[in-house]
């Protein structure tokens, strides 16, 4: 299937296209900053940032799931995402949330092939809120809501996203 040929994904303004893409690295940046600041925290601060990110998880949570929204608020206004594009993601996100269900050989989930094969067809940014909103799911339906969710949506995300910038 050829990508030009999708015809529920309009060609996007270059404002509303730098726009998505500066929430959605962003959204990146802030978990990069996430996932490094217990190794740049005080010796002091250690031990209580250790502490499964107790106190910020909550905060970087809502962050990103209101990144990821605007993210799609943002295109959808635009008219670079249908309503189409939006029930795909919906649906791949389902599916995907589903297959966390299903065990694994050796612990592997199979959640991670949906935001690959979806960033990879549809390009980075549909990767990256797919694999986000994949995991949110997720984590809901498997009651796996904790100080660990946000990183593991971030992972998910940026799992996605590569998939489709490794395509281009």
Do not use: C
């Not at 799931?65 to 919906?90: C, E, K, N």
Request: charge should be positive; avoid cysteine; charged fraction near 5%.
């Amino acid at each position: 299937m050829n990508r030009d040929n999708l015809t529920m994904f309009a060609q996007p303004t270059t404002k509303t296209n730098l726009l998505s893409t500066l929430i959605l690295l962003t959204a990146s940046a802030m978990g990069v900053v996430a996932f490094l600041s217990p190794f740049v925290a005080p010796p002091q601060q250690r031990a209580v940032a250790m502490a499964a990110h107790a106190q910020d998880a909550p905060l970087v949570f809502f962050l990103l799931v209101g990144l990821g929204l605007a993210a799609v608020t943002v295109d959808m206004t635009a008219g670079s995402m249908s309503p189409q594009a939006v029930a795909i993601l919906g649906v791949l996100t389902a599916v995907a949330a589903a297959l966390r269900l299903v065990p694994g050989p050796g612990g592997f989930s199979a959640l991670f092939l949906v935001p690959i094969l979806g960033g990879y067809v549809f390009g980075p940014r549909f990767g990256f809120l797919l694999g986000v909103f994949s995991m949110l799911v997720s984590a809901f339906l498997t009651a796996g809501v904790g100080p660990w969710l946000p990183y593991q949506m971030f992972t998910a995300g940026w799992v996605g996203a590569l998939a489709g910038v490794w395509e281009r």
